[in-house]
């Protein structure tokens, strides 16, 4: 059974920083791809980074390329999302993603977090 808990969301200025962190509980999760994703008010729920389960390459939306960065620490089964150069328009609710296929980069995004929340004052 995966469980995804996501911490670390707040306000903030726009052009500071924040880090999230997404806990997943499991054996899976240093076999599985990892992703965040982001729902702002009245908009859809849209993808932002996603990491590969062997952590060596990552994937951005082009609205947060160059701006976000997401790793992983297989050790503390966590998965981080660096946040710098906020704009208001990275208010949303985070979301942390798990991959249902072990050893691969292909398959559905099977398990979700709770969301946490992340708003940039102008």
């Known amino acids: 059974q995966v469980q995804l808990v996501e911490s670390g969301g707040g306000l903030v200025q726009a052009g500071g920083s924040l880090r999230l962190s997404c806990a997943a509980s499991g054996r899976t999760f240093s076999i599985s791809k990892m992703g965040w994703f982001r729902q702002a008010p009245g908009k859809e729920r849209e993808f932002a980074a996603a990491?590969?389960?062997?952590?060596?390459?990552?994937t951005y939306a082009d609205s947060v390329k160059g701006r976000f960065t997401i790793s992983r620490d297989n050790a503390k089964n966590t998965v981080y999302l660096q946040m710098n150069s906020l704009e208001p328009e990275d208010t949303a609710v985070y979301y942390c993603a798990q991959n249902g296929a072990s050893f691969s980069d292909h398959g559905p995004w099977s398990y979700w977090g709770q969301g946490t929340q992340v708003t940039v004052s102008s």
């Open positions: 990491i590969s389960w062997s952590g060596d390459s990552t």
